[in-house]
């Protein structure tokens, strides 16, 4: 059964995880995995769990994410009633745009008392998950709790990153620890959670009233005995963009066919319709272990990438461990490893560029080398 | 003012397509899967779109179902409208009577009032059996110069292939002074491409005299132009020159499937000028294998490829397993060739699965024609199907 519920996809709050490729963009709207953006993870585990109405709060930057969306028509989301709402900042008593999560939530509450569903889904854009949110809805029912988090166990954690999560036996929550110095296992908060709209509504009148800034320090943290709430732990594939490192690492995974399986075996991730054509291999074209979008001519050879839409790659040119985004022309002769290209980047003839697994070297969009 | 619209297309898509046996069992010509991830009527609709005609009826009638499914509400294309856009028109029960489209002609004058309520000056008549790129509005403005009344797009055959198709005589000019259908000696090569612009009025003039007609076939090319000519209406030839052919026969659509391939190819459908637009398949990137071969061939969205994939086409979502080869071969979308499985100058339908150690088809050169699966199959293991062979049931062995 579906359950009533509107979400809200915050598009910008991790922006600086990945400054390289967020410099032109949302982190919502970066691309991954050769043919989608970081947001149509989120959007279609929303649309996949029967979610028809989905605010996205942006900040800035947001232009790219605008023309990705479009009427929100490919993720099945221009309806009539609700569909994509974009939520461009809004303030009532200063100029400048939020600075926190409680000040953008604050800043929707206008949108959210307008819905009517019981429920609110509340996701960021640094996962790649393929989940089903009306498991965790009902797990979020049959706790009776106030809000529930949903985290995944991390074997080797490295980072003092994000948010961690102590649940006891029951689920519970009983600590939080935000950006904590810890290594190895970790129950990582995924930036998804869940509670009811009222709910939400009240704790965000409560917080302006008391003058709080921060939704995880002073409404969490604070509140965990008092609020109900509960950890869902996600099991499945998941893979969080907090470094351009990790970027690298986890868009790699994708060539690995039980990730791929996991993601896209259903075939139901939703993305923007380019109408690009079918890609080509010409003759005496080498490909192995890679993935080739739409649109793409690979003349040369190619081991271990993942080409973006419309991606040419000429003669003689040899391009290994790489990430090449969408419209790049590669020439002929060129040799490339461990290199991610943004978008519409031309490499001329000849031209030999390496970078190493922990430091891919990166190409800014629309550079010509 | 009443709203209106200067040109309406009309696309007749209610074809069998009987020559290309088990490819349309269940579906109807224009539908039948094309190029990886296209269908064959996505080129006349990308055409209209692409020309400035948002205005469309498909005439529907053989097993439409996938069809209609396929065209949906026009979005693909462009075509979904307040005013105009793309419609599909069956046959239906009218007050007085109710009829199958009896011919190309009555299909259209059926549909009388679907043209009329947009008030057009012009009609384009299309079809759905042809692959090929034309800006429908450049015809348009050579019928609007030359004041015809009708004008039909045409373009040069091998003469010994003319008898196959209507052949216009024509004045330098361009102006028709003779149409003969399938003429055993013809006296041009100038074919018909069964691509017609009329002014408005006048097609609806010779489409009611024509209805009344008992002893007329109701067709445009044997009925409505030899009388239009011979009433003395003004009727102008539109030189095409570029691609266009006909995929009405297994041997054709294999051909112009191959026309794709390569990186200056006979037919180029990634051109960004004039982009070809279809419901497109939700899948991810294509996976090429560790130990794949992938040479010159197109691959769509969704494809598996670990083993060899030669001179072929693979529809999305794809699987062509270690050790199995796929050569000189149009494979639609979902099938499965599975391990050391080969198919070879075969043309396979969607969601067949071709079991390990199968071999499909004999090599193109050998003498034996196109094997040909339709959709839904399963090709036992170990099993043989012989070149030219068209199987279209479950195939366990002889």
Redesign the interface.
Not at chain 2, 275 to 278: A, D
């Given at each position: 059964m579906a359950y009533s519920a509107v979400g809200v996809i915050f598009s910008n709050i991790h922006d600086d995880n990945v400054s390289e490729l967020s410099r032109h963009r949302t982190m919502a709207s970066i691309p991954y995995?050769?043919?989608y953006r970081l947001i149509d993870f989120a959007l279609s585990n929303m649309v996949n769990s029967g979610i028809d109405t989905v605010g996205i709060v942006t900040k800035n930057n947001y232009q790219s994410l605008i023309d990705h969306l479009g009427s929100g028509?490919d993720w099945d989301l221009a309806r009539k009633d609700g569909g994509i709402i974009l939520l461009p900042p809004y303030s009532d008593e200063t100029d400048a745009p939020y600075k926190s999560r409680l000040e953008a939530l604050k800043g929707v509450t206008g949108f959210l008392n307008r819905r009517n569903e019981q429920y609110v889904v509340i996701s960021d854009c640094d996962g790649i998950a393929r989940m089903d949110i009306s498991d965790i809805l009902r797990y979020h029912e049959e706790k009776g709790a106030d809000i529930t988090m949903v985290y995944h166990r991390e074997k080797d954690a490295e980072s003092s990153y994000y948010m961690t999560l102590s649940p006891d036996k029951t689920g519970r929550i009983t600590g939080i620890k935000i950006n904590p110095r810890i290594e190895g296992e970790i129950d990582l908060y995924v930036n998804f959670m869940v509670m009811s709209r009222e709910f939400l509504i009240n704790i965000i009148q409560d917080a302006v009233t008391r003058g709080y800034s921060s939704f995880g320090r002073d409404i969490l943290t604070k509140n965990l005995d008092t609020l109900k709430i509960y950890g869902y732990e996600f099991t499945g594939y998941y893979a969080c963009i907090s470094s351009m490192q990790k970027y690298y690492l986890h868009s790699m995974e994708?060539?690995d066919?039980k990730v791929?399986e996991e993601?896209?075996g259903a075939?139901?991730?939703?993305t923007k319709?380019r109408?690009?054509?079918?890609?080509?291999?010409?003759?005496?074209?080498v490909?192995?272990?890679?993935?080739?979008?739409?649109?793409c001519?690979v003349?040369g050879t190619v081991e271990n990438c993942?080409?973006f839409r419309g991606v040419k790659v000429g003669k003689g040119s040899v391009v290994r461990n790489s990430i090449i985004m969408q419209d790049t022309v590669i020439e002929s002769g060129v040799r490339l490893d461990c290199v991610i290209t943004d978008k519409n980047v031309v490499i001329r003839d000849r031209r030999n560029l390496a970078g190493c697994p922990a430091l891919p070297y990166f190409i800014g969009k629309g550079r010509m080398l | 003012m009443r709203r209106k619209k200067e040109c309406v297309a009309m696309l007749l898509a209610g074809g069998q397509g009987s020559r290309l046996y088990a490819l349309t069992n269940n579906i109807a010509k224009p539908a039948v899967a094309f190029?990886?991830?296209y269908r064959i009527i996505d080129f006349p609709l990308s055409n209209c779109i692409n020309s400035g005609i948002d205005t469309v009826g498909v005439l529907t009638q053989y097993e439409p179902l996938e069809l209609n499914e396929y065209i949906g509400n026009g979005?693909?294309w462009d075509l979904d409208r307040a005013f105009g856009g793309v419609h599909i028109l069956s046959p239906y029960q009218a007050k007085k009577k109710s009829s199958w489209f009896e011919g190309t002609a009555n299909a259209i004058y059926q549909n009388m009032h679907f043209m009329q309520k947009y008030n057009p000056d012009y009609v384009l008549i299309l079809s759905g059996d042809h692959i090929y790129k034309m800006d429908y509005a450049a015809m348009l403005r050579t019928h609007k110069e030359t004041g015809a009344d009708c004008t039909i797009a045409a373009i040069e055959v091998p003469m010994k292939e003319a008898s196959r198709f209507g052949i216009l005589n024509t004045r330098e000019n361009g102006e028709i002074y003779e149409f003969e259908e399938k003429p055993k000696q013809p006296k041009s090569n100038l074919a018909s491409m069964g691509i017609y612009i009329f002014t408005a009025a006048k097609l609806y003039k010779y489409l009611a005299e024509d209805d009344a007609d008992p002893n007329s076939e109701k067709d445009f090319g044997k009925n409505i132009l030899p009388k239009m000519l011979a009433a003395g209406e003004k009727m102008y030839s539109y030189r095409f020159s570029g691609y266009w052919k006909d995929v009405g026969t297994i041997s054709s659509l294999w051909e112009s499937n191959m026309d794709?391939?390569?990186?200056n190819p006979v037919f180029d459908?990634?051109d960004a000028d004039w982009?070809?637009?279809?419901r497109?398949?939700?899948?991810?990137?294509?996976?090429?294998?560790?130990k794949?071969i992938?040479?010159?061939?197109?691959?769509?969205?969704?494809c598996?490829i670990e083993g060899t994939v030669q001179n072929s086409?693979l529809a999305s979502?794809v699987v062509v397993e270690e050790g199995a080869v796929v050569k000189d071969s149009v494979i639609m979308a979902g099938t499965v060739v599975k391990a050391g499985a080969q198919v070879v100058y075969s043309i396979v339908d969607e969601n067949v699965t071709v079991e390990s150690g199968a071999s499909v088809g004999e090599e193109k050169g050998s003498g034996a024609g196109i094997a040909v699966l339709g959709r839904d199959i399963v090709i036992a293991a170990g099993t043989k199907i012989a070149g030219g062979k068209i199987v279209d049931k479950d195939y366990k062995g002889d």
């Open positions: 995995g050769g043919r028509k994708l060539l066919r791929r993601l896209f075939r139901d991730i939703y319709v109408d690009s054509a079918p890609s080509k291999y010409v003759e005496g074209a490909v192995k272990n890679s993935l080739i979008s739409d649109g001519l003349e993942i080409l | 190029g990886a991830k979005q693909p794709l391939l390569g990186s459908v990634s982009k070809i637009h279809s497109n398949p939700l899948a991810p990137p294509e996976y090429v294998g560790d794949a992938v040479q010159n061939s197109m691959v769509a969205l969704g598996e086409v979502n």
